[in-house]
């Protein structure tokens, strides 16, 4: 069995993970300060090892497979300069999620904004045809039971691609480390950071996000934003560059529906770009097997249910 130990368990993303791949069947142990009566007690229900509030060096060994980093743990943290010593295997959050999804189908929806909503109608729409999928999250999903799920029979991997900083030790961005077969690019609206000091640097993480897209593979990208389309036109030439815009629709009869070439379908619009990520989920989940009619039908249920 392979034994894995996580930094920074107070992360929700770290903790979920660590859920996860317990459930998968490893050996899991997790660390961190200010570890919650509440967390240990969930840990440790689902047999991860966790020895309290604070860090535990002494308690790394060397039959450890991987230290997984979380991104707010410190160079100085001593289970880091511990793992270091005895020369364990150290890995991000995100070269983990990859290791484990090599053999899938990677969809990384990645941007400023809109990602949380694009993600939500992929996940009812491919639930709705009973197609599984992994999935690794910092947004909080109400369809799904926590951030993270990983199995070992999903030919999909869900993945949210964040521009956050990674961890102490790797000066790249999170999603620069999927190499996903279907990209999605919302948006880009540079906001000043830490992680991004200029326009440019911001732009620049996008671009070796669009540069790290699998051989052959999809980049769907909103066509309304200058910034993502100067970006989609300098794609490799084996990327196929797909546009998307605002769904047609129209209101009928005091309901607002959707236009398609199977029909109408009543839809309730919760915010203003509701639409325009409909159909960056509907080119999704089209690559993915997912017939337009059977999305179509999908998205009416979900929307309605909002």
Same mark, same amino acid.
């Given at each position: ?7 920074? !368990? ?6 979920? $993970?660590? +859920? ?12 961190? !300060? ?6 240990? $007690?969930?840990?440790?229900? /689902? ?12 308690? $790394?060994?060397?039959?450890?497979? @991987?230290? &997984? ?22 890995? @991000?959050?995100?070269? #983990? ?6 053999? *899938? ?27 599984? #999928?992994?999935?690794? +999250? @910092? ?23 964040? /521009? ?8 790249? #961005?999170? +999603? ?7 990209? !999605? ?15 440019? /640097?911001?732009?620049?993480?996008? *671009?070796? #996000?669009?540069?790290? &897209? ?20 300098? !794609? ?18 005091? &309901?607002?529906? +959707? ?23 509907? $080119? ?13 039908? /999908?998205?009416?249920?979900? @929307?309605?249910?909002?």
């Amino acid at each position: 069995m392979r034994k894995v130990h996580l930094i920074s !368990v107070t992360e929700p993303i770290v903790l979920d $993970l660590a +859920l996860a791949i317990r459930e998968k069947g490893y050996e899991v142990s997790a660390s961190g !300060v200010g570890v919650s009566e509440a967390e240990l $007690l969930r840990l440790r229900d /689902a047999g991860i090892v966790c020895a309290g509030d604070g860090w535990f060096p002494a308690n $790394l060994t060397k039959d450890i497979h @991987s230290v &997984v980093l979380g991104a707010s743990a410190k160079q100085d943290n001593p289970e880091l300069q511990k793992a270091k010593e005895l020369g364990l295997l150290i890995q @991000s959050i995100p070269e #983990f999620i990859y290791q484990r999804t090599r053999e *899938k189908t990677r969809v990384v929806v990645a941007g400023s904004r809109g990602k949380k909503s694009i993600i939500s109608m992929i996940i009812y729409a491919l639930k709705r045809q009973n197609l599984a #999928f992994d999935y690794a +999250l @910092s947004s909080e999903i109400s369809l799904l039971p926590n951030r993270v799920g990983l199995s070992y029979l999903a030919r999909i991997a869900l993945i949210e691609g964040d /521009a956050h900083a990674t961890s102490a030790l790797e000066k790249r #961005f999170q +999603l620069e480390f999927y190499r996903p077969h279907i990209a !999605v690019l919302t948006n880009i609206q540079w906001k000043p950071t830490p992680d991004h000091a200029s326009p440019e /640097a911001y732009l620049d993480t996008y *671009k070796r #996000f669009t540069s790290s &897209v699998e051989r052959e593979g999809k980049l769907i990208y909103f066509g309304e934003d200058p910034a993502v389309s100067e970006l989609a036109q300098i !794609v490799r030439e084996d990327i196929t560059a797909i546009s998307y815009e605002r769904h047609p629709s129209e209101e009928i009869e005091g &309901v607002t529906q +959707l236009i398609t070439r199977y029909g109408n379908y009543a839809i309730k619009i919760p915010d203003n770009y509701f639409l325009v990520n409909l159909n960056a989920a509907r $080119l999704v989940c089209r690559h993915l097997g997912v017939k337009d009619s059977d999305f179509y039908q /999908a998205i009416s249920e979900y @929307s309605l249910s909002l």
